[in-house]
């Protein structure tokens, strides 16, 4: 029998005469739970805590915009790309980050959400997300293509289960030896100085005092390109202020397989890891455009087995010297797991993908990843790839896009391929949007919202598809008509209805138990991808909602739950710190000074309890700076001449979900304990996710 004293050493003769008592009755899955304690039995495995007196941790966020800021006589003002590659090493700059800590006294009641001083790290290197767009008199925001991954809940920091958290940590280098796209004020520009993500740390933080350990993994990054796009550049393009090779960006190589020539880096041959994408994604898919944050991905930590104990299993994937077949190209052919070993140390794995079917002059080129983890020793990796060249002539254009699912069954040692199409090139994914983790051997993945040839009446939804070891399969379709009933009109035509309020999945999603459900509760968070300015369809205002996607019987049919605020730009991440409560944060709306400079930010928590049937308000709130953009920084009342909206626009009226506001600014929540003050697992709606000690029950 294992168990795990998570007392601190303060247990005694009580909770271990319980423990025996639960053996003469001789269930192997019991608890039992005073005001003191919890002894936990589960098969072969005990769990013992105790209830920690006075004000606890219970929940830490992080709030960090991706802007560099700097103070200029008085006010705060944003530096662009190449105003930060030209810094000074050294130069002092406003502070971007701030950890937030909620306490909580013993019985659970909620007490402050305040800031922690002693916190000083940063977690992604700084990128700049406005340009001036076109002719426009105004800056446009530019979230989806430098941020967009945490704007889409790309997870940048964890619970360690021990009351630590972890966080990623990235790196710059000040004199880079590869060359990498940001943003100018108006225009892309590319620098070899502190643009890309050269380097991740894991390390962890005492979210009480904000002080950090060393950190427990890290791993260098192979992106950006091995050339100057700048080079033999002539005069006249240089006086315009233009990067010879920003705008056009070749989808086609001539033979021979250059990565450029005098006007063009080819797409085909250079790859796409280099802040530029071949893809336009605000016409499909919210991401896959040029964030230097999705050069890698880093999975859920978890204690996983070593002999009768257990290890903290990091792993994370990313690109290494090697992984091109040119040292110069940003297109890497495979991808490494870096992963830390049960006996101690560091490991890294190839991850080699499939030859395209019917294709020999081409390969699969990565564009972002994604990593998930479904069990102690289980974590799944979602590799974006293009299409690239291997030999000439090509046939396939690098615009042609897929997905690829390598499932671990050991924590990243080895990998293995789910087929995704059985159809050469193995172009024709599904187009994808958001990820749920459904049980240790299943991922539910949802499409955009599409128009699909049904036999109901209803012709646009988002497909769900379950993915698993052995490949992928087509499950349910949520439609229009569950998004947007009550709320809006349909179009009708020929007999079929089109609901054109398209909804986008954002963050992971995931579980949780709701009283009289025989099985676990999946849930999943919906955008819209615009608030609406066509009133003709409109039932109640605003017509389009934050949401989430329920479904009480494994994913087969979903149902509609609204969230505690009508306006998307004012909701944040929904999570579940315990098996059975969600909370969200909630911004009220902006307001301005007497001289019309924002006022910081508030924030308040509301929680469920039930699943998302209803949400309450709870005591815990806290204040952004306001500079934030979390909100979009969007002001009450008429719109005519705001930077995204058409004439006449009203109120909250939203053009561009995914990139007229910056949810991912602040980070999803993370439980450190729960109301009884007791030690939070990593995954505290589903602990056995991230704890071998615990089973996974059949109603998972």
Not at 140 to 167: C, E, I, M, N, S
Not at 242 to 249: D, L, M, N
Not at 670 to 679: E, I, K, P, T
């Amino acid at each position: 029998m294992l168990i795990f004293d998570d007392s601190k050493g303060t247990s005694d003769g009580k909770e271990r005469d319980q423990l025996q008592a639960m053996i003469a009755v001789g269930s192997e899955y019991m608890t039992y739970r005073d005001s003191e304690s919890t002894v936990q039995r589960s098969g072969e495995f005990v769990r013992i805590e105790k209830v920690r007196e006075g004000e606890v941790p219970r929940l830490c966020t992080m709030h960090e915009p991706p802007d560099a800021f700097q103070v200029v006589d008085g006010a705060i003002r944003s530096l662009d790309d190449q105003e930060y590659a030209a810094l000074p090493a050294g130069e002092k700059l406003a502070k971007r980050s701030a950890l937030f800590l909620a306490t909580a006294d013993e019985s659970g009641e909620e007490l402050s959400f305040s800031g922690v001083p002693g916190f000083k790290l940063e977690s992604r290197a700084p990128r700049f997300t406005s340009v001036l767009s076109g002719s426009e008199a105004h800056q446009r925001p530019r979230v989806q293509d430098a941020d967009y991954a945490t704007q889409a809940g790309k997870r940048r920091l964890f619970a360690l289960g021990d009351g630590r958290a972890l966080l990623v940590r990235e790196l710059t280098k000040q004199n880079d030896d590869r060359w990498y796209m940001g943003l100018a004020r108006g225009l892309p520009t590319y620098s070899r100085r502190r643009k890309r993500t050269a380097r991740v740390e894991l390390i962890p933080i005492n979210p009480e005092t904000g002080v950090a350990g060393a950190a427990l993994m890290g791993f260098d990054i192979h992106s950006g390109l091995g050339f100057d796009p700048y080079e033999g550049a002539t005069p006249s393009v240089l006086n315009e202020g233009r990067p010879w090779r920003s705008y056009i960006t070749s989808t086609t190589a001539p033979s021979g397989l250059p990565l450029y020539a005098d006007d063009n880096i080819f797409m085909a041959t250079a790859g796409s890891m280099w802040g530029r994408i071949a893809i336009d994604g605000a016409a499909g898919d919210a991401g896959i455009q040029g964030d230097a944050s999705d050069t890698y991905a880093v999975a859920e930590p978890a204690y996983a087995p070593k002999g009768t104990g257990s290890y903290l299993a990091l792993v994370a994937v990313h690109p290494a010297p090697g992984d091109t077949y040119n040292p110069l190209s940003a297109g890497p052919y495979r991808l490494t797991c870096t992963r830390t070993l049960p006996e101690g140390g560091i490991a890294q794995t190839k991850i080699n993908f499939p030859a395209i079917a019917g294709a020999p002059n081409h390969y699969y080129g990565v564009t972002g990843m994604e990593l998930l983890r479904t069990s102690p020793t289980t974590v799944v990796l979602v590799a974006h790839v293009h299409a690239m060249q291997s030999g000439s002539p090509g046939s396939i254009p690098p615009s042609a896009r897929s997905r690829l699912f390598f499932w671990s069954q050991d924590n990243g040692a080895s990998w293995t391929y789910a087929q995704v199409s059985t159809t050469p090139p193995a172009f024709t994914t599904f187009p994808y949007s958001s990820l749920l983790v459904k049980n240790a051997q299943t991922l539910l993945v949802f499409t955009t919202y599409q128009s699909y040839s049904t036999a109901g009446s209803d012709t646009a939804g988002v497909q769900v598809h379950a993915v698993t070891p052995a490949g992928t399969s087509y499950v349910t379709t949520i439609t229009g008509t569950t998004f947007s009933q009550g709320l809006a009109l349909p179009r009708i035509s020929g007999g079929k209805m089109e609901y054109d309020l398209p909804y986008i999945g954002l963050g992971y999603g995931g579980a949780v138990s709701v009283r009289g459900k025989p099985r676990q509760r999946l849930w999943m968070q919906f955008d819209p991808r615009w608030t609406t300015y066509n009133r003709t369809r409109m039932l109640e205002s605003p017509s389009s909602r934050p949401m989430l996607m329920v479904s009480d019987d494994g994913g087969s049919t979903w149902t509609r739950k609204l969230l505690p605020s009508r306006w998307q730009h004012q909701t944040g991440f929904v999570v579940a710190v315990d098996d059975r409560t969600l909370m969200v944060p909630v911004f009220a709306p902006r307001t301005v000074d007497a001289d019309g400079v924002f006022n910081p930010l508030r924030a308040r928590i509301y929680k469920s309890t039930d699943g998302g049937d209803k949400w309450r308000a709870t005591p815990w709130s806290f204040t952004l700076p306001r500079h934030a953009w979390a909100d979009g920084q969007f002001l009450p009342g008429p719109q005519d001449g705001s930077p995204s909206q058409q004439p006449g626009a009203d109120e909250y009226d939203i053009d561009e979900a995914i990139e007229d506001y910056n949810r991912g600014e602040l980070f999803p929540l993370v439980a450190l304990r729960d109301a009884q003050g007791r030690l939070s697992p990593i995954n505290p709606a589903r602990p056995w996710v991230a704890d071998h000690k615990r089973k996974e029950p059949n109603d998972a």
